[in-house]
């Protein structure tokens, strides 16, 4: 009998069965919908979510001690107490121990003497990156009745020290008036009142980064877990169902290339879905956030730079995902009860996302190794432009050795006889039995 | 029977572990051989082992015991080989609803690494063969059942394997698509393809094979022709041929289990 002539290199084979599966998955309508229209859905459900967890850590800031530089013009005089009545307790809560704030009187001038001194001066002149000082207030000279506060609102110790002059300063001011109509003998009212004037030293460009970057990363993994989820399903417990797994099996090119053939295509649809919601999202916040008026200062624009920048720590994630999701659900004998397996699993990816977007949380070098969060951190410092090299290498070098291991893993688990032919649907409890048991062709 | 051998199983075991039954034994030391040319008909109860054996021959599932070669490539050592020398149909072996019965035939072929010219050539004469033209571009999921086996033939012999491997093939087939699917068979023996076949009907089996292998509780009882199981049961309908060797089975195991049987 003459060998057959042809062959097929397991790489091509990899790739002709993901597009395969990739255009059986497009043509699959409850997959496209659930994989492409309902992320996009979800959005308002996913900001709620982001203010509840924002609230909570709405606590932790209240314990932050911030620092504010109290500089004032050459001739003016800063008014006695109020170092005292900024770091102190609130007027409505004279008991009250009060909030961690440093009073750092400095003076303004061209040529500063001390690096306080030349953080005031460049806060006051649009700088934001201070590192000292989180704000400086600013008195004005003479006669002239007014305090101007300069912070960066992107920095949020610095939006915490605008929330605590706020709380402060203007009972103050009214306490001063007061004490002057006295002295004047005059009404308080016939008094000019202390402006109080906040400036947002952070470009508008910079304030949508931060926005951004509170959403952007949660909804980058809900994004590529949502794309992986139907299609993991449908090519596994879907496979099953349709009664067309044998005939997979017979494909003549290794099985380690058909499944790895399969979370590619899943992988390929998570991107797609990724890359539409995020151009969604491209193309119609900033036209949202415009019919808002004046009540948002700030603009969205997507930014172009940080997505190419976070692509392949993306794209590695985007894999981690789709083998993990694509493994357990092909312990699933159904359709419906590979979407009921992979429901819990899918929050494994979601929970640390949401937790991912709490102020306060960054990427260290220790956190590049926590699987989810790791790309939601890094890409949360890359949207604001943080330079934080070591851990970007870090955070790609566990995603890649997380994606090979969940890869490893699926690619084994689906090898299995007891798995890839049985009728009935397997409990995620006897996955590591099921690794261990024989019963594999390659 | 001076041609060369086509399928060669010696002490073939497949066991099956279940969490409820332990270990369940679906096939038992069987010994197979079919040549070149040959229609080779493997008969048995439901639940005899004929599928499980099959699946083992077809590389689906790995054997716990004993050893299989297709063509002379062992099935455990090299099962990608084994794949790219057989055509396996069975009624498990569904097609890809969403694709087109032309994109079923070009995957596969690909797949094999046919190259173009004669990958289009092929695909072209199997559509007009198996008359599937005037649906080729017709998703899987809309054809009748019918046109869905002549798609599946079409996709089983598209790389011309030199076995062919089938499993109850007209199993919930009207008349027409079985008759059609019994000439196929009767076709692949003029062009040198040795064919094994799984069949509870035995009129089938009658008709069809030059040797039959009756198979029962995972062994095979007897192997020969027609004539020569007639021989030696005794009997001349092949249901009492069937019959005579599955009941003198039993009598064997009686014996064999019985105290001081298995000396006896």
Redesign the interface.
């Given at each position: 009998m003459p060998a057959p002539r042809h062959r097929t290199s397991p790489f091509r084979a990899i790739l002709r069965i993901a597009k395969k599966e990739l255009l059986a998955s497009l043509r699959d309508r409850q997959t496209a919908i659930y994989t492409f229209v309902l992320p996009i859905c979800l959005y308002p459900v996913i900001f709620w979510v982001a203010i509840q967890g924002a609230l909570l850590f709405q606590g932790r800031r209240e314990h932050t001690t911030v620092s504010i530089g109290l500089a004032r013009a050459a001739d003016a005089v800063i008014p006695e107490g109020l170092p005292a009545a900024l770091a102190g307790p609130l007027p409505a809560d004279p008991e009250g121990s009060g909030q961690p704030i440093r009073v750092i009187e400095v003076d303004v001038r061209e040529e500063p003497a001390t690096h306080a001194e030349a953080e005031a001066w460049a806060l006051r002149e649009g700088s934001s990156d201070a590192d000292a000082l989180d704000a400086v207030l600013f008195l004005a000279a003479g006669d002239e009745a007014r305090a101007e506060l300069f912070y960066d609102s992107t920095e949020s110790r610095a939006t915490v020290a605008r929330a605590r002059i706020e709380e402060r300063l203007p009972p103050f001011a009214q306490s001063l008036r007061a004490q002057r109509a006295i002295e004047l003998s005059v009404a308080p009212d016939r008094l000019d009142p202390i402006a109080i004037e906040m400036h947002d030293v952070a470009p508008s460009r910079d304030r949508g980064a931060v926005a951004l970057s509170m959403m952007l990363p949660m909804l980058l993994v809900i994004m590529a877990v949502m794309g992986a989820f139907f299609p993991a399903v449908d090519l596994t417990a879907g496979e099953k169902e349709r009664g067309t797994a044998e005939t997979t099996m017979l494909l003549p090119v290794p099985r380690a290339a058909i499944h790895e053939g399969k979370i590619l295509a899943v992988c390929a649809t998570a991107v797609i879905a990724c890359f539409l919601n995020l151009l969604a999202i491209g193309l119609s916040a900033d036209h949202l956030l415009a019919s808002l008026g004046s009540a948002i200062d700030f603009r969205i624009e997507l930014p172009v730079t940080a997505l190419l920048a976070v692509a392949p720590l993306a794209l590695l994630f985007a894999f981690f995902v789709s083998a993990v999701l694509t493994g357990v659900a092909g312990l699933a004998a159904s359709f419906k009860e590979g979407q009921a397996m992979l429901g819990p699993t899918q929050m494994l990816f979601i929970l640390p996302a949401v937790a991912g977007i709490m102020p306060g949380l960054e990427l260290s070098p220790a956190m590049a190794f926590v699987p989810v969060l790791n790309v939601v951190l890094a890409f949360k410092a890359m949207l604001v432009g943080k330079a934080l090299y070591l851990e970007y290498a870090l955070t790609a070098g566990a995603l890649l050795a997380y994606a090979l291991a969940a890869i490893a893993f699926a690619v084994r688990l689906l090898s299995r006889e007891s798995v890839a032919l049985s009728g009935k649907t397997l409990p995620l409890t006897n996955v590591l039995r099921l690794l261990r048991s024989g019963g594999a062709h390659r | 029977m001076d041609r060369?051998a086509?399928i060669e199983a010696r002490g073939l075991e497949k066991v099956f572990?279940d969490p409820q039954r332990g270990d369940v034994r679906a096939v038992s030391g069987l010994d197979l051989l079919a040549l070149?040319g040959e229609i080779y008909g493997l008969l048995g109860p439901n639940g005899a082992g004929k599928t499980t054996t099959l699946?083992i021959l077809?590389?689906?599932?790995?054997p716990?015991g004993g050893t299989a070669r297709i063509?002379?490539v062992d099935v455990t050592r090299d099962?990608?080989?084994v794949?790219?020398?057989i055509g396996?149909l069975?009624?498990?072996?569904?097609?890809?609803?969403?694709?087109t019965a032309r994109e079923t035939l070009e995957?596969?072929g690909?797949?094999?690494?046919?190259?173009p010219e004669e990958l289009r050539a092929r695909v072209e004469e199997l559509l007009d063969t198996f008359d599937i033209r005037p649906f080729e571009h017709g998703?899987c999921d809309g054809l009748s059942t019918g046109q869905k086996q002549r798609v599946s033939i079409a996709r089983a012999v598209l790389?011309d394997p030199?076995v062919l491997i089938l499993d109850e093939p007209t199993t919930g087939l009207d008349i027409l698509a079985s008759s059609a699917m019994i000439d196929f068979i009767h076709s692949r023996r003029e062009a040198g393809t040795c064919v094994l076949f799984s069949t509870h009907i035995l009129s089938e089996a009658e008709r069809l094979c030059d040797r039959i292998g009756v198979i029962h509780a995972g062994r095979m009882l007897d192997v020969g022709t027609l004539d020569e199981l007639r021989e030696r049961t005794g009997r001349r309908w092949l249901e009492d041929v069937f019959k005579a060797l599955v009941d003198s089975s039993r009598e064997t195991s009686a014996i064999a289990s019985a105290p001081g049987g298995a000396r006896a």
């Open positions: - | 060369p086509a572990h070149e699946r077809s590389t689906i599932l790995a716990t063509a002379g099962p990608l080989e794949r790219r020398r396996f069975s009624s498990s072996t569904g097609l890809y609803p969403r694709l995957y596969f690909k797949l094999h690494g046919m190259p998703r790389h030199p």
